[in-house]
């Protein structure tokens, strides 16, 4: 499968392929547990957060990003089409060594311009509602609290974002 890439100084965002579900599954359960093993109770936390089965299924539903720098995969993000105006962002995750770096903005802004590249034109993500790290984080980029899904211990919040679609050029 062919990549594309984009480059910003020694970083690249790159799209996945199956090749990288090693890689991507030692991120996203690296950093789930890192991030969420003294929020979610120890009877609901599940570990690993995600199956080598349950990413061969996402694959199908989703297109999956990398956040290189240096060589090294540093973050991963995926974003799925969820209707004719609505992506949704799902397993957004920074190894919790090169977090607070930018690194997960990055990816997010990129995922925001692929949707707006669809036509898509609004976001929306779920993220644990104790995790008031990560609801700030996307309150920061212009989401907001659209719903709650009650959970055994406490709530999931559901973020949205409505995206701005980029100026049309006019001719001269």
């Known amino acids: 499968m062919t990549r594309r890439h984009e480059t910003t100084r020694s970083n690249t965002i790159v799209k996945a392929c199956l090749d990288d579900a090693g890689t991507i ?15 979610i109770p120890n009877e609901y936390f599940r570990e690993p957060v995600l199956s080598p089965e349950d990413l061969s299924k996402d694959f199908e539903r989703m297109t999956f990003y990398l956040y290189r720098r240096e060589g090294r995969i540093l973050g991963v993000a995926a974003l799925q089409v969820e209707s004719e105006e609505t992506g949704r962002i799902h397993w957004v995750y920074i190894l919790p060594e090169h977090q607070r770096r930018g690194f997960g903005t990055a990816l997010i802004t990129y995922l925001e311009r692929k949707a707006r ?10 993220t644990v509602g104790k995790a008031w790290w990560a609801i700030t984080f996307y309150e920061n ?3 907001h609290l659209a719903d709650k899904v009650e959970r055994p211990w406490g709530f999931d919040a559901i973020m949205e974002k409505e995206l ?5 050029e006019t001719a001269p």
């Open 25 to 39: 599954l030692s991120v996203v359960n690296t950093s789930n547990r890192e991030a969420y093993k003294n929020v």
């Open 164 to 168: 701005e679609t980029p100026p049309q």
């Open 117 to 126: 590249e669809m036509g898509l034109r609004r976001i929306r993500l779920l």
């Open 141 to 143: 980029l212009g989401y």
